[in-house]
């Protein structure tokens, strides 16, 4: 079992930055791949960024490329999302995944455990 809190959502001026923090309990976090992902009020949930479990690879959708980049702590049990030049279309709730593999996925079905997610507001 993992549990994941997020934080470090808030409000922000188009242009400006966010660092998102997944905090992870249990002992086992070095071993799962970490997951982005967001929504947006009346849409799905897409994929943001993933992570290997060692770190060493990394994913982005190609709407958020060059823009955020996705890291993990293992020591820490904590992932992070340092989003960049904000635009006001990344307003949504993002949400931490974790998926028992040492791939990850880009489907939300691919996760097994899920964050409660923390909202991101860019303002234009």
């Known amino acids: 079992q993992v549990q994941l809190v997020e934080s470090g959502g808030g409000l922000v001026q188009a242009g400006g930055s966010l660092r998102l923090s997944c905090a992870a309990s249990?002992?086992?976090?070095?071993?799962?791949?970490m997951g982005w992902f967001r929504q947006a009020p009346g849409k799905e949930r897409d994929f943001v960024s993933a992570i290997t479990w060692s770190g060493r690879f990394t994913y982005y959708a190609n709407s958020v490329k060059g823009r955020f980049t996705i890291s993990r702590d293992n020591a820490k049990n904590t992932v992070y999302l340092q989003m960049n030049s904000l635009k006001p279309e990344d307003t949504a709730v993002y949400y931490c995944a974790a998926d028992d593999t040492r791939v990850p996925g880009t489907s939300s079905g691919d996760y097994d455990y899920w964050g409660q997610g923390t909202q991101v507001t860019v303002s234009s």
């Open positions: 249990g002992r086992t976090f070095s071993s799962y791949a």
